[in-house]
């Protein structure tokens, strides 16, 4: 059974006891409030005594299923089609069957997906969803406070909003008088704080001073990056090819065994060591295509405190933009 498991973290929690059979939704439920945002990012099934598989490939509806009622927290999927009572919370999740070999879990803005092999029973599927338990509970929590995180951060864009900049507060002003050179903008340091000048008059709307600010923010964004590959490519042994700017919603990067490598832009946000640790493990994916050990160890050697600055990049929440 444990074969079967695709992690997507390191380390989990110790297997739980065992639950009650999970539900099987008629049809997808309608959407409430629930954990989503951009990272993003991006971090207890139950035995399946009784269940069947129907003639339309998954299991038919349990009865006696436990009421909604009697679970004080509740994480749903907007296209959630199975529900189980994990660690005294209801959640309702995705399923899906394709073509792969293990048994997936991934908690994202909606919710949790779980993805399983066509072959694979679905009690098979219960039991591996039962025994990470503990770690989807966590997961969706922390995706839900990281959601209220990022609506607390939602910036109103007007003459004085604020916003970071490598990790530093940077105030918004307004200055129709100048047209910055052509960019548009300029950052100015020469005050006690952080201000970046905009050449639009105090009318402009709130689109137009969020799409100006971003494509300042873009192109630092490129200058960065670009700077810290060329510093940790020789170090690593490895040579990037491309950069890409993503605008992802739950990933900051990738990387492809053709050199080509994707950031989001929105990593600019973070402190320059944030921003190192992200571009290190990119690059060690040139040399190790996984999450293995080894894996680590390339990652460790340019960047040593990399776990806390991993936990940073989770925690820390990066302003919303709508």
């Given at each position: 059974m444990r ?5 997507t973290l390191?380390l989990?929690?110790p ?7 999970a ?6 439920a309608?959407?409430?409030?629930g954990?989503?945002g ?14 069947t ?6 299991a ?10 009697i ?5 749903r ?9 994990l660690?005294d ?7 899906k ?9 991934v908690?994202?803005?909606d919710?949790?997906?779980?993805s399983?092999p ?18 989807i509970?966590?997961?969706?929590g922390?995706?839900?406070e990281?959601h209220?995180?990022?609506?607390a ?7 004085g ?7 530093a ?22 005050a006690?704080c ?6 639009l ?9 969020r799409?100006t600010?971003?494509?300042w923010l873009?192109r ?19 040579q ?8 992802a ?15 989001n832009?929105?990593?600019i ?7 190192d ?17 080894r894996?680590?160890d ?12 991993r936990g940073?990049?989770k ?5 919303r933009?709508a």
């Amino acid at each position: 059974m444990r074969s079967l498991l695709q992690f997507t973290l390191d380390l989990f929690d110790p297997e739980p006891p065992a639950w009650p059979p999970a539900r099987v939704l008629a049809a997808p439920a309608p959407k409430i409030a629930g954990p989503e945002g951009s990272n993003r990012p991006k971090t207890c099934v139950d035995s399946a005594q009784g269940v069947t598989e129907s003639k339309a490939g998954e299991a038919s509806l349990l009865p006696g299923s436990l009421p909604d009622a009697i679970a004080p927290l509740a994480f749903r999927h907007p296209r959630a089609n199975r529900e189980s009572r994990l660690c005294d919370a209801l959640v309702a999740y995705e399923f899906k069957r394709g073509k792969r070999r293990t048994i997936g879990f991934v908690v994202g803005p909606d919710g949790l997906v779980v993805s399983a092999p066509k072959w694979v029973p679905l009690y098979e599927v219960d039991a591996a969803v039962q025994e990470k338990s503990h770690w989807i509970i966590r997961k969706l929590g922390e995706t839900r406070e990281r959601h209220e995180r990022l609506t607390a951060n939602r910036i109103e864009w007007r003459d004085g909003s604020r916003f970071p900049f490598l990790g530093a507060p940077v105030t918004v002003v307004l200055n129709s008088r100048h047209a910055f050179g052509g960019a548009g903008a300029e950052l100015k340091t020469d005050a006690p704080c952080l201000s970046l000048q905009l050449g639009l008059p105090h009318s402009a709307t709130p689109e137009q001073i969020r799409d100006t600010v971003q494509a300042w923010l873009m192109r630092q964004a490129r200058r960065v990056f670009i700077e810290r590959l060329d510093h940790f490519a020789p170090q690593l042994q490895v040579q990037w090819r491309k950069l890409s700017l993503s605008n992802a919603g739950t990933r900051w990067g990738s990387a492809g065994i053709d050199g080509a490598i994707r950031l989001n832009w929105r990593l600019i946000h973070f402190r320059s060591p944030v921003i190192d640790y992200v571009v290190a493990h990119e690059l060690s994916h040139l040399r190790v295509m996984d999450h293995s050990p080894r894996f680590w160890d390339t990652v460790r050697s340019v960047v040593p405190d990399y776990a806390a600055l991993r936990g940073q990049l989770k925690d820390e929440a990066v302003p919303r933009w709508a």
